[in-house]
C-alpha cells in the first residue's frame, strides 16, 4: 500500500518539477600554439566570450501560468541567465521575480499558461516520522530522481555553503529528512503523501548518510504572498547588532545572566544601533540585554531575529531589557528594512 501510494505522489507532482540551467558568457583564451611567426609577427587575437553552463538546480511550478520556486542560492548570480526546463522537454527563459535573501527562497516566472502544478501544504503541521518524498534532478544529470524517507527533525538550524558561488549562509527553522537530497536537487520540492509540498530542497551534509534539510513551505508561500501584495519581499528591522548570550560570554563580559541578546558592535567601526531606527527611536542603548521578545525568552536556540523575521512590519512588539541590573519594558514597532 506504501509503495502504491509513493507511486501516485511521484505521477502527480513530477510534471510539475523542472530543471534550472544557469549559464554565463566565459571568456576563453586564444585556442591552440603559437608558431615562432605568429609569435612574433602577427596580432594576438582577442580572447573570445562563449555562453557556457556553470550550474544548475530543481524547480517547481506553483502556478497555472508560470510561477516557479526555487532556492535563492540556485539563482543568486545577477550575471547569469536562467533557463527553464520542464518535464516534457520545453525549455523558457526565466525570469526572477524574487530572491529571498533569510529563507533561501527565490520566486521565478516563465512564460506559458495552462502548467501542471504542485499544491502548496503546511510545513507548520509535519510531525516527526512523517513520509516525505524528495523531487529534483540529482546531480543536474538524472533528471526525475525521486527519493523518499520522513521527517527526521523539526526547526534545524545549520550554516550551509553554496557549492557554486562558495557563499555561506545561515538557515534556521529547517526540516531535516532522510530522503536523499544531492546536489542538483536543490530547489526541488519536498512532499508529503498527499502530493503536496512542505519544504524545498536545500542541503546535504558532507559525509554523512540520511541528513537533509528542506526550507519551510510556510516561507515560500510568505513569499509569494509578500510578492502579491508589494511587488517585493518585505523584511522586519528592528535596526540592532547583538550577541546572543551563552554560559561562555557571560563569563566573558562578567555578566549575570547566560542568556538574551546583548547589544553590542562586533567590530569598533560599526555601530550597535542604526541611527533613526526603531530601536533608536524607542531608546534602546549599546549594552542593553533584551531578555524577552512578545513574552518570548532569547536563547541560542531562539534569537531575537527568529522572532522579528516572523512578526509582522508595521505591528508593535514589546521587549523585556536589562539594564544596569534593572529590567525595563519597551514598546516599539517594526519598520520595512
Known amino acids: 500500500m506504501e509503495k502504491s501510494l509513493i507511486v501516485e505522489v511521484v505521477k502527480k507532482v513530477n510534471p510539475a518539477v523542472v530543471s534550472i540551467i ?5 571568456l576563453f583564451p586564444r585556442e591552440g600554439g603559437f608558431s615562432f611567426e605568429e609569435y612574433f609577427f602577427t596580432p594576438p587575437s582577442p580572447p573570445k566570450k562563449e555562453k557556457t553552463q556553470i550550474g544548475g538546480g530543481s524547480g517547481f511550478i506553483v502556478s497555472p501560468n508560470g510561477l516557479i520556486l526555487t532556492n535563492r542560492h540556485v539563482v543568486s548570480d545577477p550575471e547569469a541567465e536562467y533557463q527553464i526546463a520542464t518535464s516534457d522537454d520545453k525549455k523558457y527563459s526565466a525570469q526572477i521575480l524574487a530572491r529571498d535573501e533569510i529563507n533561501d527562497v527565490a520566486i521565478l516566472k516563465i512564460e506559458a499558461k495552462n502548467l501542471p502544478t504542485v499544491e502548496l501544504g503546511d510545513s507548520a503541521s509535519l510531525e516527526l516520522g512523517e513520509t516525505v518524498i524528495a523531487f529534483g534532478n540529482a546531480l543536474g544529470i538524472f533528471k526525475n530522481t525521486v527519493s523518499s524517507g520522513i521527517v527526521s527533525g523539526l526547526s534545524r538550524f545549520i550554516t550551509a555553503q553554496s557549492g557554486l558561488s562558495g557563499e555561506q549562509e545561515k ?5 531535516q529528512t532522510d530522503a536523499a537530497i544531492n546536489p542538483g536537487n536543490s530547489g526541488g ?3 508529503n503523501t498527499e502530493g503536496m509540498a512542505i519544504g524545498i530542497n536545500a542541503a546535504m551534509v558532507l559525509g554523512a548518510e540520511n541528513i537533509s534539510f528542506a526550507i519551510p513551505i510556510n516561507a515560500a508561500k510568505r513569499d509569494l504572498e509578500e510578492l502579491k501584495k ?10 540592532i547588532r547583538y550577541l546572543p548570550l551563552n554560559k561562555e560570554l557571560q563569563e ?12 553590542i558592535r562586533e567590530l569598533p567601526e560599526d555601530i550597535a544601533i542604526v541611527p533613526g531606527s526603531m530601536a533608536d527611536k524607542a531608546g534602546i542603548k549599546e549594552k ?12 541560542e536556540a531562539k534569537p ?16 523585556k531589557i536589562l539594564r ?3 529590567e525595563k519594558i519597551i514598546k516599539t514597532i517594526l519598520e520595512e528594512k
Open 230 to 239: 508589494y511587488g517585493r519581499i518585505r523584511y522586519p528591522f528592528l535596526g
Open 304 to 319: 531575537i531575529s527568529d522572532i522579528v523575521q516572523d512578526s509582522e512590519i508595521g505591528k508593535g512588539i514589546v521587549l
Open 22 to 26: 544557469v549559464s554565463k558568457e566565459i
Open 189 to 191: 520540492p519536498l512532499c
Open 171 to 175: 538557515l534556521r527553522g529547517l526540516i
Open 324 to 326: 544596569d541590573g534593572e
Open 252 to 263: 566573558k563580559f562578567g555578566l549575570p545572566i547566560n542568556y538574551g541578546a546583548l547589544i
Open 288 to 299: 542593553d540585554i533584551v531578555l524577552e521578545c512578545n513574552g518570548v525568552k532569547i536563547t
